[in-house]
């Protein structure tokens, strides 16, 4: 069993910045791939970064690349969304969900656990 716990969501200006967290349970995280999804209103549960368990690969949506970085401190047992120069179409509601598989996959169906999701407003 995994437990996800994401935090670090919030209401920002266009052009700001957040960092979002993503704390697991289990003892073997190292060797899951993590990935961020995010969910607005109305809308299917769509990719936006993964990474692989020992950090060394990483994948982006095309409209976040270059300005969301994803990385893990496996010490700690955390996925982070580091998200600059935030615009008004990133609100939704951010997840994290864990492949115990070891994939980085964009479809939501291959995660086995996800997080209770962290609200990100983006004000124009």
């Known amino acids: 069993q995994v437990q996800l716990v994401e935090s670090g969501g919030g209401l920002v200006q266009a052009g700001a910045s957040l960092r979002l967290s993503c704390a697991a349970s289990?003892?073997?995280?190292?060797?899951?791939?993590m990935g961020w999804f995010r969910q607005a209103p109305g809308k299917e549960r769509e990719f936006v970064a993964g990474?692989?368990?020992?950090?060394?690969?990483?994948y982006y949506e095309s409209s976040v690349k270059g300005r969301f970085t994803i990385s893990r401190d496996n010490a700690k047992n955390t996925v982070y969304l580091q998200m600059n120069s935030l615009k008004p179409e990133d609100t939704a509601v951010y997840y994290c969900?864990?492949?115990?598989?070891?994939?980085?996959?964009?479809?939501?169906?291959?995660?086995?656990?996800w997080g209770q999701g962290t609200q990100v407003t983006v004000s124009s």
């Open positions: 289990g003892r073997t995280f190292s060797s899951y791939a």
């Open positions: 969900g864990a492949d115990l598989y070891g994939r980085i996959t964009t479809k939501p169906n291959d995660y086995e656990y």
């Open positions: 990474i692989s368990g020992s950090g060394g690969r990483t």
